[in-house]
């Protein structure tokens, strides 16, 4: 009888231990589990823009990705040179895609060109920059490059932009992939300048700007 007992009383204490220890596991501050730590949304950049960044005491152009509301803004480009400059007309390649078009003014040559930079997302959720070419150079220091605007399906695979040689100002198309631009129109006598262009929805057309007076473009 008395080793039952002692059994017993051994069985009791240790599930009261249990008991003990099950307690001391649950979560404190009135029962509430306190939430888990949560990330921040990955960027989902919809919008790009040309802004500065400044390193070592210089400032610099950058080329600038941010979301619809304005978060995670991030620069994806810097020019990394005080005498390069950007412009500030940019263009996102066509749905599904993520590259951007941009020129770039100013270089020991130079010479303008038109650039392409890839933009992706890491696992980290910050928007980063890569592969850098150039799809087009001006052919000498006396001929400026300006309004880059890619076409609006990826099938199409072509940038629209204007060339500007002594007075004389082309709307041409290159592909997206470099080689030699074909030139769409020329300003003729009085009709002045060609600006900035874009595409139609479907990529038969392109619109043009017109600098200066002087009878209509067809």
Do not use: H
């Not at 600038?64 to 020019?79: A, I, P």
Request: proline fraction near 6%.
């Amino acid at each position: 009888m008395k080793q039952n007992l002692l059994v017993f009383t051994i069985i009791a204490a240790c599930a009261l231990g249990m008991l003990a220890c099950q307690q001391d596991t649950q979560p404190t501050g009135g029962g509430m589990a306190l939430p888990l730590k949560q990330s921040p949304p990955p960027a989902k950049p919809a919008l790009t823009f040309v802004g500065t960044i400044s390193k070592n005491g210089n400032t610099y152009n950058a080329i600038y990705v941010m979301d619809t509301d304005t978060k995670n803004q991030t620069s994806v480009q810097s020019s990394g040179s005080t005498s390069i400059q950007y412009g500030i007309n940019l263009s996102w390649s066509p749905s599904g895609t993520s590259s951007i078009a941009f020129t770039q003014y100013g270089s020991a040559s130079g010479i303008d060109t038109i650039k392409a930079i890839d933009v992706t997302v890491n696992s980290q959720g910050v928007p980063v920059g890569s592969n850098l070419r150039t799809i087009f150079a001006s052919p000498s220091s006396s001929t400026g490059l300006t309004n880059p605007f890619w076409s609006s399906t990826s099938s199409m695979g072509k940038i629209a932009f204007t060339e500007e040689v002594s007075t004389t100002r082309s709307l041409c198309v290159v592909s997206q992939s470099g080689g030699t631009p074909t030139i769409v129109r020329s300003s003729i006598g009085s009709e002045g300048g060609l600006g900035y262009c874009t595409w139609s929805p479907d990529d038969s057309r392109l619109a043009v700007c017109r600098i200066g007076s002087g009878p209509s473009i067809p």
